[in-house]
């Protein structure tokens, strides 16, 4: 069984910065990408950010270019999401996902607050 472990989440200002971390571990891997999704307060969980794990490659929702910066450490099997420049709109419980080539799981979530 896959587990993710996620660290970072807090209180900041509006302004400030967080970085969260997530950690996959549990089984032989061969991780596919990795990402992060939030859930707003009332809304539906949406996505935020996403790398791909072998190419690098980077993707991010609309409302986080940029101000926040995805980064993956392969041998640690970790995904970082730099969050700058936060917004009282940033404000949710943040997901870190891993996908494998036919399954993905989901970290608990960690809960980031931007106080205006």
């Known amino acids: 069984q896959v587990q993710l472990v996620e660290s970072g989440g807090g209180l900041v200002q509006a302004g400030g910065s967080l970085r969260l971390s997530c950690a996959a571990s549990g089984r032989s891997f061969s991780i596919v990408g990795m990402g992060w999704f939030r859930r707003p307060p009332g809304k539906e969980r949406e996505f935020v950010a996403g790398i791909n794990w072998s190419a690098g490659n980077t993707y991010y929702a609309d409302s986080v270019k940029g101000r926040f910066s995805i980064s993956r450490d392969n041998a640690k099997n970790t995904v970082y999401l730099q969050m700058d420049s936060l917004k009282p709109e940033d404000t949710a419980v943040y997901y870190c996902?891993?996908?494998?080539?036919?399954?993905?799981?989901w970290g608990q979530g960690t809960q980031i607050t931007v106080s205006s």
């Open positions: 996902n891993v996908r494998f080539q036919s399954s993905e799981y």
